[in-house]
């Protein structure tokens, strides 16, 4: 099935999913190949084919925040299977991506809002963990070592517990 030009799975394509999101609100710009609009402060992207449904959000990070994103990932990602991060454009942003099965407007009114609730859900859960990281390294930064105690005669040193 062919729909002004552009494929369809189903009853479903990249207009008619333009369609719902105008519809709902979202205030999406339609793209050649994709469908995009802001979402939580962040860019998110929508793509259809063969039936299935990808979203995707975008957001920017700092280089030396790119490998506090993996360890926050990893922490973050056993609390949701469904939301996939990845680190992109050489370490300059990340993109959260899920996708699903969607032939139909009837699915997608039923799917869409979940999905990015769930991606949604994840950027924070991720947010929130970095910030946690980083509050522990700032905190483990200003601590003070304990003071210590030199025997020069043997040249042992060893930190005063008490």
């Known amino acids: ?3 002004n030009g552009m494929k369809a799975y189903g009853s479903l394509s990249l207009r ?5 999101m105008m519809e709902e609100g979202y205030y ?3 793209e050649k190949n994709c469908i995009m609009f802001s979402i939580a402060d962040n860019t998110a992207v929508v793509e259809y084919e063969e039936g299935i449904l990808s979203i995707r959000i ?7 925040s790119s490998s506090l994103f993996l360890k926050a990932s990893n922490g973050a990602m056993l609390s949701t ?3 996939r991060p990845i680190i992109m ?3 300059e942003s990340i993109m959260f991506s899920c996708e699903t099965i969607c032939d139909t407007l009837t699915e997608l009114r039923k799917f869409f809002p979940r999905l990015l609730e769930r991606l949604i859900e994840g950027l924070e859960m991720h947010k929130a963990e970095m910030k946690d990281m980083l509050i522990a390294r700032q905190l483990a930064d200003t601590a003070m070592p304990a003071p210590e105690e030199y025997f020069p ?3 042992i ?3 005063i517990l008490s």
Do not use: C, W
């Open 1 to 3: 099935m062919k729909t």
């Open 16 to 20: 008619s999913i333009f369609r719902y």
């Open 28 to 30: 999406p710009t339609f």
């Open 58 to 64: 975008f957001f920017a990070i700092d280089k030396e």
């Open 81 to 83: 299977f469904l939301v």
């Open 89 to 91: 454009d050489e370490r």
């Open 153 to 155: 005669e043997t040249g």
């Open 157 to 159: 040193s060893r930190k």
